[in-house]
Every structure is written in structure tokens, then in C-alpha cells.
């Protein structure tokens, strides 16, 4: 079975620039997670998409957003790119059984704002 | 609201030795755990998770942990380290009941010299 995937591995932008990042879940999984891992921050809830819709954000501003495909597959956008956006960008995917789900992360996407 | 402690950001070990990594946590409710690990440049691998039932808890590659709800705590453990464990240990809570984001703790970096 296939995990995660996320595309691109490594993204480089300039400051104001807009970047997407893309993930794929495992086959029949309807919940896509976003986690930003930034040095010395951690990692930190960005959005979880079920079923298409947005249902949770975390404390991060507006020009982070996204959406879900109806394959379930995401897209996270940054809009007005800043330095300290430089971070891993980890996807994940589980089940939206309501119970016991577990999160079941991709390898990430690297952002570098120069 | 959740959180996690993790104590000690740098754990090191001999090889051979007895692996403790400390994980306790705040929750309001009863909480799902988990720990995850990551590899350098790589994405989050689940170790293993706790939901309800046995409080011991057995994981990939030789580890468990032990959910000890008077001391609010669920600590990973190894008796024996090798090598290929070194890498970045993550500490996760989620509430009991759906879909909710992970809150994780800051990890813990463990290192085996030989």
C-alpha cells in the first residue's frame, strides 16, 4: 500500500512570492492534515481537511490555505512568502472513522524563503 | 487545552543500553497518545500509540510505552539501543472522540555511541 506522498521534496521562493505545496493520502483515506516544522518551534497544526471541507485551523494567519480535491488528495498555498515561512511542511492522512485514527505522515516538503 | 512536555531535548545512550525517553501531558479528557519518530531528513514514522484498553503498549522496532494516568504520563522505553535508533522522537496527544490535530512535544533527539 502506498503512503503519503508530497510533492514538490524541496521548494525554493524569494520573499512575497506564493508557494504550493501538494499531498496525496493513502487510497481511502478521506482526512488530510498540514504541520508546519519549523526550527526552533516544533511541530505546529496548520488546517485539517475532511471530505472537502476545512474543518480545523490552527494559529497561523490567513495567507495559509488550502484545499481538498474530491480524490482527497490537498494542496497547502502560502501567499506573500516570509522568511520565517522556511520550514518542513509535513502532510498527513488518516481514516475519518471518529475513533482510534491515527495520523500516518509523508516524507514532507522543505520551503526555503530566500 | 492539550499539551506535551518532553523532558531532556538531548538523550544520549550506549549502545546496548537502556533507552528512556520522558513524554507527560496535560488533557482535560481522557487523550489518544502517540510517539512518533523521524529520521534526519525524513518524514514521521508512528512507534506506536495508546487509545484504551492495556496500558502497556508495544511499538515497532523494540519499544514500548506505558500509560500511567496518576502520573499523566507515557514514557517510551527500549531495553536494548542499537544504532539506527538515533533520530528525533515526538511525544503526541490527541482527545478522545474524532478528528482532532495532534499537539506535540518538542522532541527529544536521541543519540547511541557505540
Known amino acids: 500500500e502506498a503512503g503519503v506522498t508530497q510533492s514538490p521534496t524541496h521548494l525554493i521562493k524569494t520573499r512575497g512570492q506564493q508557494a504550493t505545496l501538494r499531498c496525496s493520502p493513502i487510497?481511502?483515506?478521506?482526512?488530510v492534515y498540514w504541520y508546519q516544522q519549523a526550527l526552533g518551534l516544533g511541530l505546529q497544526f496548520l488546517l485539517w481537511?475532511?471530505?472537502?471541507?476545512?474543518?480545523n485551523r490552527g494559529n497561523f494567519p490567513p495567507r495559509f490555505s488550502g484545499r481538498q480535491f474530491p480524490n482527497y488528495s490537498s494542496e497547502l498555498n502560502v501567499n506573500a512568502l516570509e522568511l520565517e515561512d522556511s520550514a518542513l511542511y509535513l502532510c498527513?492522512?488518516?481514516?475519518?472513522?471518529?475513533?482510534?485514527?491515527?495520523?500516518?505522515f509523508g516524507p514532507g516538503t522543505r520551503l526555503l524563503v530566500l | 487545552a492539550q499539551s506535551v512536555t518532553q523532558l531532556g531535548s538531548h538523550v544520549s545512550v550506549s549502545e546496548g543500553a537502556l533507552v528512556l525517553l520522558r513524554c507527560n501531558y496535560s488533557?482535560?479528557?481522557?487523550?489518544?497518545l502517540f510517539w512518533y519518530v523521524q529520521y534526519p531528513n525524513q518524514g514521521l514514522q508512528l512507534l506506536l500509540k495508546?487509545?484504551?484498553?492495556?496500558?502497556l503498549v508495544k511499538g515497532i522496532n523494540g519499544f514500548e510505552a506505558e500509560f500511567k494516568k496518576s502520573e499523566t504520563s507515557f514514557h517510551l522505553t527500549k531495553p536494548s539501543a542499537h544504532m539506527s535508533d538515533a533520530a528525533e522522537y515526538f511525544c503526541?496527544?490527541?482527545?478522545?472522540?474524532?478528528?482532532?490535530?495532534?499537539?506535540f512535544g518538542k522532541g527529544t533527539k536521541l543519540t547511541v555511541n557505540p
Open positions: 498527513a492522512s488518516s481514516h475519518r472513522t471518529g475513533y482510534q485514527e491515527t495520523q500516518y
Open positions: 495508546y487509545t484504551t484498553g492495556a496500558t
Open positions: 481537511y475532511d471530505e472537502g471541507e476545512e474543518r
Open positions: 503526541a496527544v490527541m482527545r478522545e472522540g474524532g478528528s482532532e490535530k495532534l499537539v
Open positions: 488533557s482535560s479528557v481522557p487523550p489518544y
Open positions: 487510497s481511502g483515506h478521506t482526512s
